[in-house]
């Protein structure tokens, strides 16, 4: 039966805890494997297979926003939660940079880090697109949706879940200014609107991957007071960097 339980890593040194977290999973119904450094994290990913990655960004050796690059090198797809005391805007960019799918900020509510993981693990298994549109074309991009992966003007680059999740509600809703609540519901399964820096952050991302110029943003558009708008071809609208 525990093979059927979601495997959780957990990379984290701080011991005390490191013991809270993995006991507050495992009373989920989650198995977790607890390492203290990146690279022993890196030695565990390299034969084994997790559903989740926690990973605290301040780690010896190693930190974790180089071990979340070398986990995205071996695998786009992992969902990978960054654990940071840190609270300056620049660590969390960062985090999400590195490839990190949402973040925490230590110390933080356990209801709130367990609806978190919930979320997380739900969305790994959550969809694949219908096969209409393997690949999609804006400028000089083509986005190949069940394949994670994407040609840009930049060259080929590998799409993570949560990427490939925002940009097929993009590509759905074309030309729509879709509400930040709604981007944060459907990718994030966030129920309200208090992260919406992780959003924005993410917003920053696809635009370095995809923008001509992502300081004059043409395909992923800013609607003041709104969200977010994408459009295939170059337009007016509301826009910002």
Known sequence: ????KPHI?????????????CFNLEQEGYRVSHVETGEK??????????ALVILDV??????GFAVCREIRKADSRVPVLILTARSEEGDRITGLASGADDYLTK????NEFLLRVQGMLRRSSWYRPEPVEEGYRFGD???FLLSYH?????GEIDLTDLEVKMLALFFQKEGEAIPRRTLLESVWGYSSDTETRTLDNFIVRLRKYFEPDPANPVYFQTVRGVGYRFKRGPGTGDRDS
């Open 1 to 4: 039966m525990s093979e059927d």
């Open 9 to 21: 890593l957990l990379v984290e040194d701080e011991m005390h805890l490191a013991r809270g977290i």
């Open 41 to 50: 994290a890196l030695e565990r990913f390299s034969y084994d297979r997790f």
């Open 58 to 63: 301040m780690l010896p050796g190693m930190d």
């Open 107 to 110: 110390p933080f509510n356990l």
């Open 141 to 143: 991009n083509e986005v």
């Open 150 to 154: 994407a040609r840009t003007a930049q």
